[in-house]
């Protein structure tokens, strides 16, 4: 990220973006494969275990930085091939 004086703004370059949704969507697979939820995604469980409330946190960081990750809710994504 850098920040960029006569616009005022900070700017983040494409492979910034790239690279932190990478490592969000493996923070998530690893979230899901530490509590032994599937990573192929689906429904959302009816109760919300602590996994749950931790995969919502890092879906909402992400969508706070403009970081669109394929879904809003816990347990939607499918996270199989994430690196």
């Known amino acids: 990220m850098r920040y960029h004086a006569p616009s005022k703004q900070f700017t983040v370059s494409l492979e910034g973006l790239q690279s932190s ?3 969000l969507r493996y923070a998530i697979k690893m ?3 530490t509590a032994g939820l599937p990573l192929e995604g689906g429904e959302r469980p009816i109760k919300m275990s602590d996994a749950c ?5 890092v879906l909402d960081a992400a969508r706070t ?3 669109d990750l394929g879904s809003t809710r816990a347990g ?7 690196e």
Do not use: C, P, T, Y
């Not at 409330?53 to 946190?57: F, I, K, L, R, W």
């Not at 939607?76 to 994430?82: C, T, V, Y």
């Open 21 to 23: 949704a990478s490592s």
């Open 31 to 33: 979230i899901r494969k």
């Open 53 to 57: 409330h931790a995969e919502q946190a």
């Open 65 to 67: 930085l403009g970081i």
């Open 76 to 82: 939607q994504l499918d996270l199989r091939n994430a």
